[in-house]
């Protein structure tokens, strides 16, 4: 939960703090905060109360795949912990995809990457060949009604 420092008195030795949701957006104009930043940390505020999904389980998860496969990439064997995560083979949309050592793999940030970007690449080659058939396609059509 984010708090927010919104007020203080030195000579009291006091201040005063929002939590999260608790700021509504008038309170900035009757701080000492200047105007460029009380519409920054507006913006900011109003991106800390967004709701995201988190998974619970990820971190053990994490953790018991690292120690099943000794703290190493399954890929490329690189031993540098904070560099590792555990993927898992089967998305937990699917009953199959239980966070268990089973259905996970750890692989370093770097093949993660490179998978990613290998996976960009194949649906970009996809729609490349799909714009250069139609391409084809258009032009016989074209040339055949000339």
Same mark, same amino acid.
Request: net charge positive; proline share 3%; with cysteine.
């Given at each position: ?63 018991? /795949?690292?120690?099943?496969?000794? !703290?190493? #990439?399954?890929?490329?064997? =690189?031993?540098?912990?904070? $560099?590792?995560? %555990? ?12 966070? /268990?050592?089973?259905?996970?793999? !750890?692989? #370093?940030?770097?093949?993660? =990457?490179?998978?990613?970007? $290998?996976?960009? %690449? ?20 074209? #040339?055949?009604?000339?």
């Amino acid at each position: 939960m984010a708090c927010y420092i919104i007020g203080d008195d030195p000579g009291n030795l006091t201040f005063k703090v929002a939590v999260d949701d608790a700021l509504p957006t008038f309170e900035y104009a009757e701080t000492s905060i200047s105007h460029p930043i009380a519409e920054v940390s507006d913006a900011r505020h109003a991106y800390l109360t967004a709701t995201v999904k988190v998974r619970l389980y990820q971190r053990a998860f994490r953790e018991k /795949v690292l120690d099943a496969y000794k !703290s190493q #990439c399954s890929f490329c064997r =690189l031993k540098h912990r904070e $560099l590792l995560d %555990a993927a898992s083979h089967r998305s937990d949309n699917f009953p199959e995809g239980k966070p /268990v050592i089973e259905n996970g793999i !750890s692989l #370093c940030k770097y093949i993660i =990457l490179l998978m990613t970007v $290998l996976s960009w %690449a194949s649906h970009l080659i996809t729609l490349f060949m799909f714009a250069k058939i139609f391409w084809k396609r258009k032009m016989v059509l074209f #040339c055949n009604m000339a």
